[in-house]
T-cell receptor, first 114, second 113 residues
């Protein structure tokens, strides 16, 4: 798993409640990413980070915020969860394989918003 | 909108056959291309990447890239039931976003014993 862990691995929550997902890496990589994966949509980038306190939006960032106070941790927060945010969330880090930079994924978090 | 297109499948092949998975992309400036395999309920894992026109081989896997046609493919020789998974094509648009990938929706491959 390229030294990436995600917590929690499964979560059930209610509409309107805040939810925070954590991604932790042991690889000291600069770039970290949050994706969501839904049937019919594939993997879509929510937010990414290119360093401590440096983050930017992806294609589906509405309703999500992120924070990165340490190199190893990247947090994804749903301020007020909605049923449309029921999904599988993957964290990824960007690492180098030879001369090529590529992405490696964590195990995922399954989130159900009731 | 930069797009990556894959046939959703399912693609069904008999054991021992060659499986051919295809991907097209819209951004002509794209620089590198990746194939990920994802088993049901698991996270994507990198199989191969390619950034030069032509073929790149790794064991039973061959990636093929044709930038003029904006087309990348993955061939799996001697397909095994354990190859049954969803295969994701991903494209690095390059330029100022060297570390971002755009993913296709994936092709489901089933290898029948």
């Amino acid at each position: 798993d390229a030294g990436i862990t995600q917590s929690p691995r499964h979560k059930v929550t209610e509409t309107g409640t805040p939810v925070t997902l954590r991604c932790h890496q042991t690889e000291n990589h600069r770039y970290m990413y949050w994706y969501r994966q839904d049937p019919g949509h594939g993997l879509r980038l929510i937010h990414y980070s290119y360093g401590v306190k440096d983050t930017d939006k992806g294609e589906v960032s509405d309703g999500y915020s992120v924070s990165r106070s340490k190199t190893e941790d990247f947090l994804l927060t749903l301020e007020s969860a909605t049923s449309s945010q029921t999904s599988v969330y993957f964290c990824a880090i960007s690492g180098r394989q030879g001369a090529q930079e590529t992405q490696y994924f964590g195990p995922g978090t399954r989130l159900l918003v009731l | 909108q930069k797009e990556v297109e894959q046939n959703s499948g399912p693609l069904s092949v008999p054991e021992g056959a060659i499986a051919s998975l295809n991907c097209t992309y819209s951004d002509r400036g794209s620089q590198s291309f990746f194939w990920y395999r994802q088993y049901s309920g698991k996270s994507p894992e990198l199989i191969m990447f390619i950034y030069s026109n032509g073929d790149k081989e790794d064991g039973r896997f061959t990636a093929q890239l044709n930038k003029a046609s904006q087309y990348v493919s993955l061939l799996i020789r001697d397909s095994q039931p354990s190859d049954s998974a969803t295969y994701l094509c991903a494209v690095n648009p390059g330029g100022g976003s060297n570390y971002k990938l755009t993913f296709g929706k994936g092709t489901l491959l089933t290898v029948n014993p």
